[in-house]
């Protein structure tokens, strides 16, 4: 069997992409059950988190594999096998094992070194162990992904390269003010109480934020949240729960509001957000109109030169020629303005007749300081001018959209005096954040563990051989304890004994170099085909090999419902 991993993440596939693949939890149990009864699949687990699906599953056939588990995800997903497969990649073997150990260390998150991801790895692996679709592959890569991840936090200073999630689009929200001296005084509203939701109304309390509310569908988790806020030792918050029909009213109340739920629809519509403005400030919202101006008077937009028969840097150099068009007719011949007015009007010049009287000039300037008039400027073969922006008001309210599909309306962009700052913005913005030198740290924490794990499978792997070998071994002492027995029957019982004990020291003494050193040769890479050299070598019955295989799986099964129970109590 071998360890494969199909998923896509941001940095694979685009938000409208993500947000459609997202599952719900009903799904994703659906999706580990329905792996584990496809046939190339005998391991599953899945971490899906706002930025990522990845299913990760024990396979005996790779293309199969593949095929299989991308068909699950999009059958689950909802969305089309040939849309998603060109952002699906695929990671196999030592590759997946690296891949999921430089995502529990935060190396491949939307914000370098987000610790977060360690949570939802932990749940990945609870759910797979309550399902049974966890073996002892995934139960180990999980478990040893969890250190590796704890490993480069404690280590290292990778918590420095980046921030959590909502540390890093609160910082978006401040637009380069220090986030405590933003968020000093402000009333936050918080939509939702899960995980996600519980982080954003705890980084706004120590932020300094006077007030937070916070709204969910299950009443009871939104109090449970308002009460471990109000009473926490590191802030003297404000913290109160209402109900979802109060979110309008309370997002009037509000300066800054994170939502971040599980809706499949939205939670605030544009609508919505301009009229909590507008409950605010009593000046209806405006709407940043992002149209682009169509051309004027025939004229081709700015910055378009195809055709264009003026020699800029020839005229320019001659003319002072103002980019503006200002004094674009000074200084130029009639026969060249006329060129230039049959382009503008996408007609044609004989340019054969070049003789032209005053009054025929003077008609040609005129018809082009008319043309320059009614566009502003004329379409001559230039850099576009930048455009100048309308200015936008102090945003009035800031939002901050977590959830994946997202939970307010995109068009809230366009309304001056409203700040959103959601998952695909912030994409953008971590695109160019910079790294800190403690990646590279993490990247050979990484790097070392991924071998230690390697190197520990492949022991795992000759190990059922190995003690295959020595039960064997231990028969064949018993038949010969036995045929002895019936060839000296005067024997007494410390003679027999001593005899035995002679027999089994031999046979130990024997066997215990080679079998302790085919363990380290197997852990070494392309060790894999020792197993198979020392049960042709001692004839040992495949089957007594997996017997013992399939009792050590037991093993680690008892152990993981025994950690399980022991969690609950």
Known sequence: MSLLVVGLSHRSAPVSVLERATLNADAQIKLLQDTIAAEPADEAALLATCNRIELYADVDKFHAGVAELSTLLAQHSGVGLEELTPYLYVHYEDRAVHHLFSVACGLDSMVVGEGQVLGQIKDALATAQ??????????????????????????????????????????????????????????????????????????????????????????????????????????????????????????????????????????????????????????????RDETPAPAVGGLAPAGTDEGCPLDLSAVQGATGFSVMGEAAVAGMDAATLEQHAAWVDRGTVDRRDSRRTPETEAELITALAATVAAGGRLPERRRPEPVVETPRPAPALALLDLAMPRDIDAAVHRLLGVRLVDIESLAEASADAPMAADVDLVRRIVADEVAAFGAAQRAAHITPTVVALRTMAADVVANEIARLDGRLPGLDEKQRGEITQTVRRVVDKLLHAPTVRVKQLAAEPGGAGYADALRTLFDLDPETVAAVSRADDRDTSDSTENAKNRGRE
């Not at 992904?145 to 921030?163: C, F, M, N, P, V």
């Not at 937070?212 to 308002?226: H, Q, S």
């Open 130 to 287: 309550e399902l049974h679709t966890a073996g002892r592959l995934l139960n180990d890569l999980f478990q040893q992904a969890l250190r590796t991840g704890k490993r480069a936090h404690s280590e290292t200073g990778i918590d420095r390269a980046g921030q959590s999630l909502v540390t890093f689009g609160l910082e978006q929200l401040s637009a380069g003010t220090a986030v405590e001296a933003w968020a000093k005084g402000k009333r936050a509203l918080v939509i939702g109480a899960g995980s996600m939701s519980s982080l954003a109304a705890a980084t706004l309390a120590r932020a300094g934020v006077a007030e937070v509310v916070i709204a969910n569908r299950t009443p009871d988790r939104a109090a449970r949240l308002a009460q471990i806020l109000t009473e926490g030792d590191d802030t003297d918050v404000l913290a109160r729960a209402v109900p979802m029909d109060a979110v309008p009213a309370e997002l009037t109340r509000a300066d800054v509001a994170v939502s971040c739920t599980g809706a499949t629809g939205l939670v605030l519509t544009a609508e919505a957000v301009a009229a909590a403005v507008e409950g605010r400030t009593g000046t209806p919202v405006a709407v």
